[in-house]
């Protein structure tokens, strides 16, 4: 009897779930194992930085399918493991001294929190896993001072959410604008705005230099020498690409797990899809990485139908989607952020905007805020490659249509 053909991820979060339920639904039946190095099965993060802290009571969000993985007999999930190498010419995945043979491989670890180069004293947290967002909630129940080192999508989360159940909040942002590498600076202006309108203090261009307190955190000192006082601290200063484990092991590697258009890596056998990936994306004829659940989801199975079917693989072609939720607030933005956004509905500091991105005369880009029903219709517009002038014309039909809708109310 022949061996069983081996379907291999490593990172059992959204990326590899999602590779793994698209390998086990093949009709070739590959035998799949799933190896993670954090101890749960695959939750969702997005709710980590927002409806888990701002609850007791939230319990860690399943992700859809995770529970029928563990369960299904094709099917081995080896938790609390991390795979510490990958020796390509002999198909084999390293767990320390236990080795995984593969066929196919896909890497699927994500990314892990930037930190600060400085020592921290208990009390200063980063969020990216379960056990990181039960340790913050804890701490929030206490109440009192939180800073929030960084003013980018997840640190604007936190320091919403914290705010909600009463805590003074402060962010420290080293930028003179918020998120300007993000959205551009009129945008990220736009939306830093919003903290100030619910009472939480944004203080620009301030750099951390050191932690005050020794048994706890008592306050973060800034460049200019001053201190804010703190009880809790969050650091939310970005991620980087968890590829550490895979230095010298011969699959190249630059800012992520470089692959093709078909989420292939140097390495034959290797797919790499979700946070850690940097795909040749034919729709903007560029590389990119991109640390959002849309592509991290899309991505885990596009990369198994590749490496399951390889006669048959498709370049994905992906137009970037992420949300983020401040307040009372979604925030949505789908393509690309480049050259300077144009307002096409409402305006920079209304409650509900919409504003777009140009490449030339091509619509690249579009940012919403308050605007759910609109972000997927310019989705749809960047896919097809249409004009700015088509961007526009659809923010004018969107418009009539909400005065339309009141006018009937
Ligand atoms: C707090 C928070 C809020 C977010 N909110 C939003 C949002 O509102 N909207 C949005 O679009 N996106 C959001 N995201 C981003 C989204 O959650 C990520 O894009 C998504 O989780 C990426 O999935 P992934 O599977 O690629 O990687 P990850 O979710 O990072 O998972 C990688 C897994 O691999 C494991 N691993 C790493 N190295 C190894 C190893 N050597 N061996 C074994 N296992 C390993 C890790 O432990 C981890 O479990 C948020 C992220 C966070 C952290």
Redesign the pocket.
Known sequence: MSAPFEFVV???????LNAARAALQHPSAPRVTV????EHLPYD??P??KAVLKSDEHERPALFGSAELAEHEGCTVILG???TGVDTAGHVVRLGEREVRYDVLVI????TPRTLPLETPPGVHT??TWDDAVAIRSQMRAGGRMVVIGAGF?GS?VAASAKERGMDVVIVEALEVPLARAVGETAGAALGSIHGRHGVDLRLGSGVIGFEGEDRVTGVTLSDGSTVPADLVVVGIGALP?TS?LDGGGIEIDNGIVCDSHLRTSAPDVFA????ARWDNPLFARHMRI????S?QEQGSHAAQNALDPGAATAYSHVPY????WYDSRIQFVGVPSGTPEIVDGSWDAEAFTAIYREGDRVVGALTLNRRADIMKYRVLIAASKTVEDARALARDRAEARALKAARA
């Open positions: 490593v990172g059992a979060s959204l990326a590899g190896i993670g190095a954090e993060r997005p980590l930085s493991a991390t795979a699927a670890t994500g990314a969020l990216r997840i989360e968890q484990w899809a979700g946070d850690v640390e959002h659940w849309t991290a992420f949300w983020s939720d």
